[in-house]
């Protein structure tokens, strides 16, 4: 490879093969250009040179786009997206409006649905909520597989799905957030899909309680749905092994918060979600990555995601780990060992899906189990559950308020314990 002088290459400079900061870290790909912000950033952490096997190629400069600005806090903005992104300046795709019009017709259908149904059934409203899930899971795996095949995103259309997925969990939260992993679960080629559809019902659900406005609340959707889209361009092999990656292959797999937002820049996005895509693994403490910034240096969506992209991954299986319950990746977060998160953001994980988190299953002292169904706004220990076996005068699953006292949680069930309930309920 030729090694090139980071001072001496130009604003849009472009070359006919990849360009890498060492002989694995990929920094562009071919025929990308060079940016400004990239170059400063690159001085900012100590490189001095990159290395290619490509020559560089002439472009005409009016052709470039224009140099985003280094990111900073002062960066972070709401860009207006349906001003910026019009119909004139996004070419309409037939197939991707259509997934999105089949989108909004499953979710207007299980509205109704849901309505039709009695306050008391709460099963028959996850049941259909299962299928807003579904639909989203396979809405997502249609964008990823459009960019692979097509190296395109709308920011436009995913933006319309975010809205539609954000007016569904306005009422219908509580149902979602039931639909987790069991123990056991595969981990397959839909790894990413999963995680991203997850951290993204997670993230809106903190976003709504900090009450953020609409618009903010949608680029964060956008932004959770497509943290991980930078792994695209990484061998599969590096993030479906069954074992510990080696320190050369981690720092491999660490580059995909560059190439997500070398992505989503590629494609428009407003520069905010760029900026959240490229922090969800900075840290608080500093010891997170690409640049190790802290504190106030990290955007807000930046915080966010990096407390629901770990919430999710704690909680959901693993080819190299032992999945844990939800409860006890909730007392993982409140740990928050070396202050790794922000405490707001946690504090709203909590208030918002409970200590012990809605879908999980507790163990309660008058010897009854139940499942967590519903968040309790005055004390997040105390969630609303529904008594396994049991029905009530409708003949449904008997719902109640824990408690201090006969109704009190004394501990969430073990993974074992929860799969041997699953099993006798099915008989």
Same mark, same amino acid.
């Given at each position: ?38 170059? &400063? ?30 990111? #900073?806090?002062?960066?972070? +903005? ?21 997934? %999105? ?49 097509? &190296? ?18 306005? %009422? ?21 899909? #999963? ?66 937002? #070398?992505?989503?820049? +590629? ?44 919430? +999710? ?8 780990? +032992? ?70 005068? %409708? ?7 824990? %408690? ?24």
């Amino acid at each position: 490879m030729t090694a090139l002088k980071i001072s001496e290459i130009n604003e849009g400079a472009t070359y006919s093969a990849p360009v890498y900061l060492d002989s694995q870290f990929l920094l562009l790909d071919e025929m990308q250009p060079f940016s400004a912000s990239l170059k &400063r950033f690159l001085v900012e952490w100590g490189f001095k040179e990159v290395l290619t096997e490509g020559e560089p190629q002439e472009r005409l400069r009016k052709s470039m786009p224009k140099a985003k600005p280094a990111l #900073n806090a002062s960066s972070f +903005e709401t860009v207006d997206i349906n001003a910026v992104f019009n119909d004139e300046e996004e070419p309409k795709d037939r197939t991707a409006i259509e997934t %999105n019009q089949q989108l909004a017709e499953v979710i207007e259908k299980a509205q109704k649905e849901i309505a039709a149904l009695s306050e008391y059934d709460i099963e028959g409203k996850i049941a259909v909520s299962g299928n807003v899930y579904n639909s989203f899971k396979d809405y997502i795996s249609k964008i990823y597989t459009r960019f692979v095949t097509h &190296r395109e995103l709308k920011i436009g259309l995913l933006s319309e799905a975010v809205q539609i997925l954000c007016d569904f969990m306005k %009422n219908n939260r509580k149902y979602l957030l039931q639909i987790n992993p069991l123990p056991g679960d595969k981990i397959d080629k839909n790894f990413i899909v #999963n995680h991203s559809l997850r951290s993204t019902i997670y993230a809106l659900t903190i976003g709504q309680n900090l009450r953020m406005p609409n618009l903010k609340l949608v680029e964060l959707g956008v932004a959770a749905l497509l943290h991980e889209i930078g792994q695209i361009r990484l061998p599969p092999q590096l993030y479906l092994t069954d074992r510990r990656l080696l320190p050369n292959e981690r720092q491999v797999l660490m580059t995909h918060t560059i190439l997500g937002y #070398n992505i989503l820049k +590629e494609n428009g996005f407003p520069l905010s979600i760029q900026v959240g895509v490229f922090e969800h693994h900075e840290r608080e403490n500093g010891k997170g990555y690409p640049r190790k910034i802290s504190g106030n240096q990290i955007s807000l969506y930046g915080k966010i995601l990096s407390v629901v992209c770990s919430f +999710e991954a704690i909680s959901a299986p693993r080819h190299y780990k +032992e999945m844990k319950s939800t409860h006890e990746a909730m007392i993982e977060m409140l740990k928050n060992q070396d202050k790794q998160y922000d405490d707001t953001v946690i504090k709203a994980l909590v208030q918002s899906v409970s200590l012990f988190p809605i879908g999980g299953y507790v163990f309660l002292a008058n010897g009854k189990v139940a499942q967590v169904v519903d968040t309790n706004g005055i004390d997040p220990r105390m969630p609303i559950v529904q008594i396994l076996g049991e029905r009530d005068a %409708n003949g449904f699953p008997r719902t109640i308020q824990t %408690n201090s006292d006969k109704f009190k949680i004394i501990r969430a069930l073990t993974k074992n314990e929860i799969a041997s309930v699953l099993k006798a309920l099915k008989k």
